[in-house]
């Protein structure tokens, strides 16, 4: 007499309990790394656009000293936060400039940007903070340091620096020299 032994097929209850919960487990230990390693590429990314930004700044002002006829120092009228503002200032005129510098990337911005200026009576200099969004996602609020101009009816601008804000939450500051 033979003794048949049934061989079951596939796995029983047990088995696929004790692999789902180390799968569980698993997850639980690499989703938060995960997700660290995921931020970490977005800021490297933030930061690599904000280099480059900062990068194209650099040369259109190094170009700008031997060309004729280039834009900066940024010549425009006066910003103050006086009551009867004697000029007809526009944002636009920061925001044109900054568009010329950064045609390469393709950006469209839109037309809801903000300005922000602080005026300091002794030294005659206003701080303008100018953000610009962009269709893209992006965002950059640019600091300039404007200077009166003791003869003329222009004032010149510089940029001292700015935030790169990009569409995952990032951001960047950085520092024109």
Known sequence: MILRQEKTKGFSLIELVIVVSLLSLLATITVPH???????????ECDQIAYQIR???VEYILE????????YPLKTKFVDE???LENDFQVTDFVYF???VL??????????????TVYHEETKKAIVKVDV???????????????????GDYDTAILLSFIYYDPNGCQKELFIQ
């Open 34 to 44: 995960f997700q660290y390693y995921l931020k970490k590429k977005q800021q490297a």
């Open 55 to 57: 990068q194209l700044f």
């Open 64 to 71: 700008g000293a031997y060309q004729p006829g280039y834009s």
């Open 82 to 84: 006086s009551e009867n």
């Open 98 to 100: 900054t568009g010329v």
């Open 103 to 116: 045609r390469g990337l393709n950006w469209r911005y839109q037309s809801d940007y903000k300005m922000s």
């Open 133 to 151: 969004k962009y269709l893209e996602g992006m965002q950059i609020q640019y600091t300039f340091e404007l200077t009166e101009a003791l003869v």
